[in-house]
């Protein structure tokens, strides 16, 4: 058995819409590139879009570089392809992510995880991703962290 790396790894968790998931990644980008270790949290709607419209190897991370998912509660969509009913997320995330979310970080933290996979140090989230926080609080994990 693998000791578990201490490499800073931070949890990033953008609101599910175009314009906060990019610049939330291109932060996941650039602290990867200082050595941290990356989790990017996608809601299943959005990890299946992006794998649709940019193919699975989108999603192939790097090493040290890892995407995960968490349901946003909403029903399938008729159209995959469509916008999701903003209101209708919003709601959603409010009332059903925080129990799946501590589920990924309890994931994250247990040592039947990869060797290389380091302790979640801090919790990077859009700010009207309040259940990130909630459960954040619950396992100990607040961030920032000074190695974060």
């Excluded at 790894?9 to 609101?15: A, Y």
């Excluded at 650039?30 to 649709?52: D, P, Q």
């Amino acid at each position: 058995m693998g000791t578990r790396t201490t490499k800073p790894h931070p949890v990033l968790v953008p609101w599910p819409a175009q314009g906060h998931v990019n610049p939330v990644m291109r932060l996941a980008v650039l602290l990867h590139s200082r050595g941290f270790h990356i989790t990017f949290v996608h809601t299943v709607f959005n990890y299946n879009h992006l794998i649709r419209s940019n193919g699975p190897d989108s999603v192939n991370g790097l090493p040290g570089f890892r995407f995960e998912t968490i349901p946003d509660g909403t029903p399938p969509p008729s159209n995959p392809d469509a916008t999701q009913d903003v209101p209708l997320v919003c709601d959603s995330l409010r009332k059903n992510c925080q129990a799946p979310f501590k589920e990924l970080l309890d994931r994250l933290n247990n040592n039947a995880s990869p060797p290389d996979l380091p302790p979640v140090s801090c919790i990077i989230a859009d700010g009207v991703m309040n259940f990130a926080i909630r459960a954040a609080e619950a396992l100990g994990v607040l961030g920032p962290d000074p190695s974060c």
